[in-house]
């Protein structure tokens, strides 16, 4: 297959800046897609065809898509593989199809002012994407560079690091990066200057706690006021175990049914941006309370569906692991997860009643699997002594399907 499109990196500096042949993949081309301002950059030649981006720019991939096999070139900014529309086309051509022409990203421009690292820093995006991802990334420490949505995403960032406890971050915006009108903001997330700023920036944060308990760990088992919750959640120390049995994997779908809080569908989401989740809830206050734990613990890629299961299970994308938390007497309930599940995939489901317990046997009996009780008990005032208390014995069982 012979590739018929060429996407070029460009930067501030315009054609001046590419290499030979990416200048000739830009001047030779019958058809040039970019942004308004990356096609000013290019003298107009007789014959060929300009096609700016449109609004919503999701419509871009049907115009470039429409004219495949044509010689067609692409502008973007900096590297296209990077958050870029080089990754996108990526997922929907075959690779000879498209051959790529990269410029220095904004990442490595924004590095190189800053004399940081570009290994030791976390790299992220919130271009089209929720400012809330951001905060499982949020360490003591921890170095991250952002792409920002426009010129309120600096502001914005401020205030999120403030709500999430690191008001003591230094936040850098680096302004149209590699161009005569390059610019270099510094402060503190805490009183943040800049209401507004360049619409293309780039965002570099130093990360810096400033209370105790604000950073958050990506290994499961978060304390349970980190949830916002009405007392049935899936406990910290239940949680964990929970987790460690559904064994989460870098792409892979949760399916967490009656999922409370969502709390065990956050924490399988937080171990690793790529992870999915669908987490299914009947009860319209417990669907509120997913809202707002997905935002406040940065995944708001969550997938929140209202209804029962199993009937709301039905249709819905095959998932690698099945938490059930509760409704393991519901009919049909466990049988449609076990049928949905994929090979491979790992059940995972709890009780702590007598009812829910004999079911869980049943299932042991027929599916096999691992059968585990855990007690939990806390050291509580007794008196003026202290003493244990002890919480409900939790049964977990935890099945791989074959």
């Known amino acids: 297959m012979t590739a018929w499109l060429n996407v070029v990196g460009i930067g501030e500096d315009g054609l001046s800046g590419l290499g030979q042949w990416a200048r000739i993949a830009v001047e030779d081309c019958d058809i040039l897609f970019g942004a308004q301002r990356h096609l000013a950059m290019v003298p107009e030649r007789a014959g060929q065809e300009r096609i700016a981006w449109p609004s919503p720019f999701a419509a871009a991939f049907d115009l470039v898509l429409a004219r495949r096999g044509q010689s067609a070139c692409i502008l973007a900014s900096g590297d296209p593989m990077m958050y870029g529309i080089g990754a996108s086309l990526a997922r929907r051509l075959d690779p000879a199809e498209m051959r790529v022409w990269p410029h220095p990203s904004a990442f490595s421009l924004a590095a190189a002012r800053l004399g940081w690292p570009l290994q030791d820093c976390t790299l992220l995006t919130v271009h089209g994407r929720p400012l809330e991802l951001v905060a499982p990334h949020l360490a003591p420490g921890a170095r991250l560079l952002i792409l920002a949505e426009d010129g309120t995403s600096p502001a914005k960032l401020a205030a999120l690091l403030c709500r999430q406890g690191f008001g003591a971050s230094r936040l850098t915006v680096l302004e149209r990066l590699d161009g ?9 997330a805490l009183g943040w200057p800049a209401e507004r700023c360049a619409d293309l920036n780039v965002m570099a944060v130093e990360c810096a706690a400033d209370r105790p308990g604000a950073a958050l760990p990506i290994l499961a088992g978060l304390p349970d006021d980190s949830f916002a919750h009405d007392g049935q959640l899936t406990k910290r120390d ?4 929970t987790l460690a049995r559904l064994a989460p994997l870098a792409g892979q779908l949760l399916w967490d049914v009656g999922a409370g809080c969502g709390s065990v569908a956050v924490e399988w989401m937080r171990t690793n941006p790529s992870c999915r ?6 009860k319209p206050h417990r669907l509120a309370l997913i809202e707002e734990n997905r935002l ?10 209202a ?5 709301a299970l039905a249709g819905l994308e095959a998932p690698d692991a099945v938490f059930i938390g509760g409704g393991l007497t519901v009919k049909g309930l466990v049988d449609a997860c076990w ?3 994929k090979p491979g995939g790992r059940l ?18 027929r599916l096999g699997g691992e059968l585990t009780r855990i007690s939990v008990a806390q050291a509580a005032a007794l008196g003026g002594f202290d003493g244990w ?3 409900m014995p939790v049964t977990m069982l935890a099945v791989v399907k074959p």
């Open 277 to 282: 989740a669908i987490a299914i809830e009947a």
């Open 339 to 341: 049928s949905a599940l």
């Open 238 to 241: 239940i949680r964990a175990v």
């Open 307 to 311: 209804g029962k299961a199993p009937i």
């Open 389 to 391: 208390r002890t919480a």
């Open 180 to 188: 005569p009108a390059e610019r270099r903001l510094d402060g503190q």
């Open 296 to 305: 406040k613990l940065g995944v708001p890629g969550l997938t929140v569906l």
């Open 348 to 365: 995972v489901a709890n009780a702590v009643t007598l009812q829910g317990e004999a079911v869980l046997g049943q299932l042991y009996g």
